[in-house]
């Protein structure tokens, strides 16, 4: 299932909706006391229960088909997987991030969303669970100055503890992993816990309100979503974000430099700083900056997004050295190769274009993208290749 998550250009990107659970030193203030509060009214925002509640219908209907079943002798995760399954039947994706009750309601959701409703049932059976954070190469859709971009979050129901030998312990626990829209072509990032569920709700909400450029509801939102993981860095970078865009370029500034400083920074938070650099022309944050990202990179999109910067830099043989790197350790996405068929496109090299379009056309599992791909693929003169 696919995560709203936003790269804004000029500052933010909450990819890789990264779970990253940094460890926290005792005497490093959180970035809230760097929020610029005289500047924001509080808005009312929904408590973390809100978030989980069902209809009294539902949690009688849920428990009476789940008590059945494990007196049929199913497995607790199990049976709430069973009954997750005939309820989402006719579910359909929808980009926005939705409480439990409302994704019933409206019979759709994110996988934030659905993440919120397992938990929900889950809570209500006494189930343990964990999560996942699984990353997807990015399908990238413009709102203004704003690229939508998608990430993937999974749900693990978690088996009933068993009693241990002596001397015996558990590796990994057995369980249910409840994944509603799995894609193909995706990569493990990191795991999660509740804590990381809740913050992801508050924060997807926070970066809603302020695309609308509602800043107080964002920054309400932005401080419940601090509450849970007050060192993380994607958060930290939409508290630069909502600074820069109320008009508080000095103190967007400020907040970029305390992660930097302290350790408490993504390949997107540094992209982004790095596009503020450039904007004030400050050739030495630059380069620091630029070294920071290439000793950053932890997923495949980082690593393509370093390659592009190589391409608009003219560093071709660059570019080109990375890609390949992406395509050897992961061969199952398409996003190298389509963006190998781009450079070879702007060389002028029609053979080889058509050949990584090719490729990007058969390792897509995404049926837009690959209509994208096979789009440009048909726009390419046949008979003039490159030789």
């Known amino acids: 299932?696919?995560?709203?998550?936003?790269?804004?250009?000029?500052?933010?990107?909450?990819?890789?909706?990264?779970?990253?659970?940094?460890?926290?030193?005792?005497?490093?203030?959180?970035?809230?006391?760097?929020?610029?509060?005289?500047?924001?009214?509080?808005?009312?925002?929904?408590?973390?229960?809100?978030?989980?509640?069902?209809?009294?219908?539902?949690?009688?209907?849920?428990?009476?088909?789940?008590?059945?079943?494990?007196?049929?002798?199913?497995?607790?995760?199990?049976?709430?997987?069973?009954?997750?399954?005939?309820?989402?039947?006719?579910?359909?994706?929808?980009?926005?991030?939705?409480?439990?009750?409302?994704?019933?309601?409206?019979?759709?959701?994110?996988?934030?969303?659905?993440?919120?409703?397992?938990?929900?049932?889950?809570?209500?059976?006494?189930?343990?669970?964990?999560?996942?954070?699984?990353?997807?190469?990015?399908?990238?859709?413009?709102?203004?100055?704003?690229?939508?971009?998608?990430?993937?979050?999974?749900?693990?129901?978690?088996a009933p503890e068993k009693p241990l030998q002596p001397g015996a312990f558990v590796i990994l626990r057995a369980g249910t992993v409840v994944d509603y829209f799995p894609a193909q072509d995706s990569f493990f990032i990191n795991n999660a816990t509740?804590?990381?569920?809740?913050?992801?709700?508050?924060?997807?909400?926070?970066?809603?309100?302020?695309?609308?450029?509602?800043?107080?509801?964002?920054?309400?939102?932005?401080?419940?979503?601090?509450?849970?993981?007050?060192?993380h860095p994607e958060l930290i970078n939409i508290a630069a974000v909502l600074h820069r865009r109320s008009g508080q370029t000095e103190q967007a500034n400020t907040i970029y430099q305390y992660a930097v400083e302290n350790h408490f920074t993504s390949p997107n938070l540094l992209s982004n700083y790095l596009l503020v650099a450039k904007s004030q022309s400050d050739s030495s944050l630059i380069s620091r900056l630029e070294s920071l990202l290439e000793s950053n990179v932890s997923t495949p999109f980082d690593k393509i997004q370093l390659a592009q910067r190589a391409i608009d830099k003219g560093?071709?043989?660059?570019?080109?050295?990375?890609?390949?790197?992406?395509?050897?350790?992961?061969?199952?996405?398409?996003?190298?190769?389509?963006?190998?068929a781009k450079l070879y496109n702007t060389q002028g090299n029609k053979e080889k274009t058509e050949q990584f379009l090719a490729k990007a056309v058969e390792k897509s599992s995404d049926p837009e993208k690959r209509a994208l791909f096979q789009a440009k693929r048909d726009s390419i003169p046949r008979g003039n290749a490159h030789k």
């Open 315 to 340: 560093q071709y043989k660059k570019a080109i050295k990375q890609l390949e790197e992406v395509i050897y350790e992961t061969p199952y996405i398409p996003e190298p190769y389509f963006e190998l």
């Open 194 to 231: 509740y804590q990381d569920l809740v913050s992801k709700y508050y924060a997807n909400k926070a970066v809603d309100a302020l695309i609308s450029e509602q800043f107080n509801q964002s920054y309400s939102l932005l401080k419940r979503a601090l509450y849970y993981r007050p060192y």
């Open 1 to 158: 299932m696919i995560n709203r998550i936003l790269l804004l250009i000029f500052v933010l990107s909450l990819t890789a909706c990264s779970s990253t659970n940094t460890s926290v030193v005792a005497d490093i203030p959180p970035v809230t006391e760097l929020l610029s509060n005289h500047a924001f009214e509080d808005a009312p925002t929904i408590n973390e229960q809100q978030i989980f509640d069902l209809p009294k219908y539902e949690r009688d209907k849920f428990l009476a088909f789940y008590h059945n079943a494990l007196a049929q002798g199913v497995r607790p995760d199990k049976a709430i997987f069973k009954y997750l399954e005939n309820r989402l039947d006719n579910f359909t994706y929808d980009g926005e991030t939705l409480t439990a009750k409302e994704s019933l309601t409206r019979n759709e959701g994110n996988c934030i969303s659905l993440a919120i409703l397992t938990q929900a049932y889950a809570s209500l059976a006494k189930v343990d669970t964990t999560f996942i954070e699984v990353g997807t190469m990015p399908v990238f859709r413009k709102n203004k100055d704003t690229i939508l971009i998608s990430n993937h979050f999974r749900t693990k129901l978690l």
